[in-house]
């Protein structure tokens, strides 16, 4: 049982709202007053093991907010029981909580023999006789009240309870009506929404909790607990003469609510709202506030819509208007058509009216200072920020929203089609919510919270006649999913136009990635994984092909290491330059910094290549004598590459006159290779087991160690790129895309080479037309990963950013700017 009240505070957090459900019963006369919540049962050993074996309580049994409601409900533990009971949740003073348990059977205390420090005592209270139990030092006081069995682990509680019964006091009138109406369920749970809004405000003190107090009155919901989920499906009523959320909607019938279609899937969640006569709407707000809402500037703006929402994404949010006909809409918005931006080809416009959806909305929005909107086929979406709108625009160009999700869809077809409020959670975004909610010292906890794969949590509420049907939702979707997709994390906004593509570098202290990047003035600029800016350093030129990172010191610190035109660099992840870099060059460099760590210990070795001039330095800077190989006769055409097979090294350094130099350590031919090679722009490779690249005529050549040379045609044009492992082979001409020899014919366009990435034993490869703005991502068997192609305009960097699962990439978005996207 210990389990058992977690239930109220994670579905509040997830939620802000609440619910419940029964029937009418003589237990309800021991209701303590000012009780918060109330857990009915017929069968409390049922329900105890129900809990236990659902994986969302079991997985998360140690976080320190559960236990200490698990220590408030020790008591359960030693009673068996099997008859209809009340669990009464009460808060009794300033930081106290307590327990009530109300039944009509005689429990059996179990587990009571091998207790070592167990006492019982009695007094009487008020006529009635009170036994106070001791088990391992839980104290509970008992009585029992007309046949009626009470404990409480308060004996203020107890002692309230038998005032009201020897004073004959009546039943909570609310309470009575909710409980007469709810449903026949064997596990319900009654939620009085202004006494739990003081429960609720002590567990999330960093987040406000006035909405509870007048959302509703009292609601009941049938509790449902399954291995994969929990269901909660019943009523809700507020009285009518309160000014209660609830009966905003009075007099309105539900719509159909679609912001789901506009939501990413980066959202932390949406909110949305309906309604079909917008005069009685604003008749009820008007009842709310208590008093007379002033003329709306832009009523008709109200009148094309039947539903109005909110999405919650990277703490910031947007509201959206779903419109009836767009025509009406833009007419209604024929003032407002000052562009402020154009992105992506969307136009974003400037809003003269910041605070119009608050003082038309007010409580049901809250949002002002909407300073910009945007149009997405028939939503309307207005935020503060222009990023927000960004941000919705290219996931819903992506296709990754909400909407499109088989687990959005699965958990849609649980809940009515229409409704007058709906909350939508996604539970892998929330979790920063839930930990900023709780106090400081629980936060690290939750955000490590385990969700046992419930993707999402759906809360519904549906008014009909003086009370609105509620449906909740936690659950592990039964949906068949597609391998891979993506759906946009995050876009980053860097100070000038990209140079250089993005790409992940390891942070050695966080464990997770960042992001670094150059821009056009030659500064490099490295952000977190949230995207904020964590140092930037002007160089001196461009930097030559990647970033690549080193142990140099070899206790597992990694730093940076590249090359511009100029100088040899070498940071660490603070941005701070390791002694005695950097190396400045008179003469231009050429080609990208050659890495080389033969035995994985270290002991570096690295190559600037100057036109037909190499020099190789030790991890000291130092330049190494014994390499001898320094000059060749014509230019260096690509960085040397160092391949090992077996125990044996081979430097592989090609020139533009066409010979290929494949040397040992020190510089001396360890392979001769006697032809000259029409060499391509293509790297070499250890493929087959054999050094392999290919020539201008589309052929690839290989060669053997023993020096060997083979040609086969590949069916590539001039124009061609490939990329290779040691048993995987991507070859990429005109508008054909091979991977492993299986062919994928793309649109025609402007092409970056393919990457090849093998990350956990799998094979990821990638393309982006640059034309087109399209990132494609392959699998090992050529098959485009649902959800691609998205938007971008680079070579991608692909890894585990955060370090907890799943992969992310980056990639060059509008010129300015970097973006992240996860891999689903």
Same mark, same amino acid.
């Given at each position: 049982?210990?389990?058992?009240?977690?239930?109220?505070?994670?579905?509040?957090?997830?939620?802000?709202?609440?619910?419940?459900?029964?029937?009418?019963?003589?237990?309800?006369?021991?209701?303590?007053?000012?009780?918060?919540?109330?857990?009915?049962?017929?069968?409390?050993?049922?329900?105890?093991?129900?809990?236990?074996?659902?994986?969302?309580?079991?997985?998360?049994?140690?976080?320190?907010?559960?236990?200490?409601?698990?220590?408030?409900?020790?008591?359960?533990?030693?009673?068996?029981?099997?008859?209809?009971?009340?669990?009464?949740?009460?808060?009794?003073?300033?930081?106290?909580?307590?327990?009530?348990?109300?039944?009509?059977?005689?429990?059996?205390? @179990?587990?009571?023999?091998?207790?070592?420090?167990?006492?019982?005592?009695?007094?009487?209270?008020?006529?009635?006789?009170?036994?106070?139990?001791?088990?391992?030092?839980?104290?509970?006081?008992?009585?029992?009240?007309?046949?009626?069995?009470?404990?409480?682990?308060?004996?203020?509680?107890?002692?309230?309870?038998?005032?009201?019964?020897?004073?004959?006091?009546?039943?909570?009138?609310?309470?009575? /009506?909710?409980?007469?109406?709810?449903?026949?369920?064997?596990?319900? @749970?009654?939620?009085?929404?202004?006494?739990?809004?003081?429960?609720?405000?002590?567990?999330?003190?960093?987040? %406000?909790?006035?909405?509870?107090?007048?959302?509703?009155?009292?609601?009941?919901?049938?509790?449902?607990?399954?291995?994969?989920?929990?269901?909660?499906?019943?009523?809700?009523?507020?009285?009518?003469?309160?000014?209660?959320?609830?009966?905003?909607?009075?007099?309105?019938?539900?719509?159909?609510?679609?912001?789901?279609?506009?939501?990413?899937?980066?959202?932390?969640?949406?909110?949305?709202?309906?309604?079909?006569?917008?005069?009685?709407?604003?008749?009820?707000?008007?009842?709310?506030?208590?008093?007379?809402?002033?003329?709306?500037?832009? /009523?008709?703006?109200?009148?094309?819509?039947?539903?109005?929402?909110?999405?919650?994404?990277?703490?910031?949010?947007?509201?959206?208007?779903?419109?009836?006909?767009?025509?009406?809409?833009?007419?209604?918005?024929?003032?407002?058509?000052?562009?402020?931006?154009?992105?992506?080809?969307?136009?974003?416009?400037?809003?003269?009216?910041?605070?119009?959806?608050?003082?038309?909305?007010?409580?049901?929005?809250?949002?002002?200072?909407?300073?910009?909107?945007?149009?997405?086929?028939?939503?309307?979406?207005?935020?503060?920020?222009?990023?927000?709108?960004?941000?919705?625009?290219?996931?819903?160009?992506?296709?990754?929203?909400?909407?499109?999700?088989?687990?959005? /869809?699965?958990?849609?077809?649980?809940?009515?089609?229409?409704?007058?409020?709906?909350?939508?959670?996604?539970?892998?975004?929330?979790?920063?919510?839930?930990?900023?909610?709780?106090?400081?010292?629980?936060?690290?906890?939750?955000?490590?919270?385990?969700?046992?794969?419930?993707?999402?949590?759906?809360?519904?509420?549906?008014?009909?006649?003086?009370?609105?049907?509620?449906?909740?939702?936690?659950?592990?979707?039964?949906?068949?999913?597609?391998?891979?997709?993506?759906?946009?994390?995050?876009?980053?906004?860097?100070?000038?136009?990209?140079?250089?593509?993005?790409?992940?570098?390891?942070?050695?202290?966080?464990?997770?990635?960042?992001?670094?990047?150059?821009?056009?003035?030659?500064?490099?600029?490295?952000?977190?994984?949230?995207?904020?800016?964590?140092?930037?350093?002007?160089?001196?030129?461009?930097?030559?092909?990647?970033?690549?990172?080193?142990?140099?010191?070899?206790?597992?610190?990694?730093?940076?290491?590249?090359?511009?035109?100029?100088?040899?660099?070498?940071?660490?992840?603070?941005?701070?330059?390791?002694?005695?870099?950097?190396?400045?060059?008179? /003469?231009?460099?050429?080609?990208?910094?050659?890495?080389?760590?033969?035995?994985?210990?270290?002991?570096?070795?690295?190559?600037?290549?100057?036109?037909?001039?190499?020099?190789?330095?030790?991890?000291?800077?130092?330049?190494?004598?014994?390499?001898?190989?320094?000059?060749?006769?014509?230019?260096?055409?690509?960085?040397?590459?160092?391949?090992?097979?077996?125990?044996?090294?081979?430097?592989?350094?090609?020139?533009?006159?066409?010979?290929?130099?494949?040397?040992?350590?020190?510089?001396?031919?360890?392979?001769? @290779?006697?032809?000259?090679?029409?060499?391509?722009?293509?790297?070499?490779?250890?493929?087959?087991?054999?050094?392999?690249?290919?020539?201008?005529?589309?052929?690839?050549?290989?060669?053997?160690?023993?020096?060997?040379? %083979?040609?086969?045609?590949?069916?590539?044009?001039?124009?061609?790129?490939?990329?290779?492992?040691?048993?995987?082979?991507?070859?990429?001409?005109?508008?054909?895309?091979?991977?492993?020899?299986?062919?994928?014919?793309?649109?025609?366009?402007?092409?970056?080479?393919?990457?090849?990435?093998?990350?956990?034993?799998?094979?990821?490869?990638?393309?982006?037309?640059?034309?087109?703005?399209? @990132?494609?991502?392959?699998?090992?068997?050529?098959?485009?990963?649902?959800?691609?192609?998205?938007?971008?305009?680079?070579?991608?960097?692909?890894?585990?950013?955060?370090?907890?699962?799943?992969?992310?990439?980056?990639?060059?978005?509008?010129?300015?700017?970097?973006?992240?996207?996860?891999?689903?």
């Amino acid at each position: 049982m210990k389990k058992i009240i977690f239930l109220l505070p994670f579905l509040l957090l997830l939620f802000s709202c609440e619910s419940e459900t029964q029937e009418k019963s003589e237990l309800l006369s021991f209701v303590p007053p000012k009780t918060a919540a109330i857990i009915k049962t017929d069968n409390l050993e049922k329900l105890k093991k129900q809990f236990h074996k659902n994986k969302l309580f079991a997985e998360n049994k140690d976080i320190s907010p559960i236990q200490f409601f698990a220590e408030n409900l020790a008591l359960l533990d030693y009673i068996q029981l099997k008859e209809e009971s009340l669990i009464c949740y009460t808060k009794n003073g300033r930081n106290d909580f307590g327990f009530t348990l109300i039944t009509e059977g005689k429990p059996n205390m @179990v587990n009571t023999d091998s207790i070592a420090n167990k006492k019982v005592e009695s007094f009487t209270y008020d006529g009635q006789e009170v036994k106070k139990y001791t088990l391992e030092n839980k104290i509970g006081y008992a009585t029992t009240l007309n046949s009626i069995f009470i404990l409480s682990d308060s004996k203020l509680v107890l002692e309230n309870i038998i005032r009201v019964f020897n004073n004959k006091l009546p039943q909570n009138e609310q309470l009575t /009506e909710i409980y007469s109406v709810a449903g026949k369920n064997s596990s319900a @749970v009654f939620i009085n929404h202004p006494q739990l809004r003081e429960i609720y405000g002590e567990l999330t003190p960093n987040r %406000s909790a006035s909405y509870l107090a007048n959302f509703s009155d009292w609601t009941a919901v049938d509790l449902d607990i399954r291995e994969n989920g929990i269901h909660l499906n019943g009523v809700s009523k507020a009285n009518p003469q309160e000014n209660r959320i609830l009966n905003i909607f009075k007099g309105n019938k539900p719509q159909q609510n679609d912001i789901a279609n506009i939501t990413p899937v980066n959202a932390s969640g949406m909110y949305s709202f309906t309604y079909k006569d917008y005069e009685k709407l604003r008749e009820n707000i008007s009842t709310y506030r208590e008093k007379e809402l002033p003329p709306v500037e832009n /009523e008709p703006l109200l009148n094309s819509a039947k539903e109005i929402g909110a999405i919650y994404a990277n703490n910031r949010t947007a509201i959206v208007l779903n419109s009836i006909e767009n025509s009406l809409t833009q007419d209604a918005l024929l003032a407002n058509q000052k562009i402020a931006e154009e992105f992506r080809g969307v136009s974003v416009f400037e809003f003269d009216a910041p605070n119009f959806f608050f003082d038309s909305f007010f409580p049901l929005i809250k949002q002002k200072k909407l300073n910009y909107y945007t149009q997405l086929d028939h939503f309307f979406v207005f935020a503060e920020e222009m990023q927000v709108l960004e941000n919705i625009i290219a996931n819903y160009q992506n296709r990754s929203v909400l909407g499109n999700q088989a687990y959005y /869809e699965a958990t849609r077809e649980k809940l009515s089609d229409e409704s007058s409020l709906l909350f939508i959670g996604i539970n892998k975004n929330i979790k920063t919510i839930l930990a900023e909610s709780v106090e400081g010292k629980y936060q690290k906890e939750f955000e490590e919270i385990k969700l046992a794969e419930n993707q999402l949590s759906a809360l519904q509420f549906v008014y009909d006649n003086n009370f609105a049907h509620v449906n909740a939702i936690i659950e592990k979707a039964e949906a068949e999913e597609k391998s891979g997709g993506s759906s946009q994390l995050l876009s980053i906004k860097v100070e000038e136009k990209l140079a250089t593509r993005p790409q992940f570098v390891t942070n050695w202290r966080t464990k997770n990635e960042n992001i670094v990047v150059q821009g056009v003035s030659n500064t490099l600029y490295i952000f977190n994984p949230e995207g904020k800016l964590r140092w930037k350093k002007q160089l001196d030129g461009r930097i030559l092909g990647d970033i690549q990172q080193i142990d140099i010191f070899n206790n597992g610190r990694l730093q940076l290491v590249f090359n511009t035109q100029n100088s040899f660099y070498l940071y660490d992840i603070d941005g701070d330059t390791v002694k005695p870099f950097p190396k400045e060059f008179s /003469e231009t460099i050429t080609q990208p910094l050659a890495v080389f760590d033969y035995d994985n210990n270290s002991k570096y070795r690295f190559i600037v290549t100057r036109g037909n001039k190499l020099t190789m330095f030790n991890k000291d800077g130092k330049e190494v004598k014994g390499f001898t190989f320094n000059k060749t006769k014509s230019e260096v055409s690509q960085s040397p590459k160092h391949i090992r097979i077996g125990r044996k090294d081979y430097i592989l350094i090609p020139e533009e006159n066409g010979q290929l130099h494949i040397l040992d350590r020190v510089g001396k031919t360890r392979v001769n @290779v006697e032809k000259q090679i029409d060499f391509t722009d293509n790297e070499w490779y250890l493929y087959d087991n054999q050094f392999t690249s290919t020539t201008k005529e589309g052929k690839l050549i290989q060669i053997s160690e023993s020096g060997k040379q %083979s040609t086969k045609n590949a069916d590539l044009s001039e124009t061609h790129a490939i990329d290779a492992t040691a048993k995987t082979l991507v070859t990429f001409s005109e508008n054909i895309l091979r991977i492993k020899g299986k062919k994928v014919e793309l649109d025609f366009g402007l092409y970056t080479n393919p990457k090849l990435f093998y990350i956990d034993n799998k094979i990821y490869v990638s393309i982006t037309d640059t034309q087109a703005s399209k @990132v494609y991502l392959f699998d090992s068997n050529a098959n485009l990963l649902s959800g691609f192609p998205v938007y971008g305009n680079s070579t991608i960097s692909l890894a585990n950013l955060d370090n907890r699962g799943g992969l992310e990439f980056c990639v060059q978005g509008e010129e300015d700017s970097v973006l992240i996207y996860s891999l689903e």
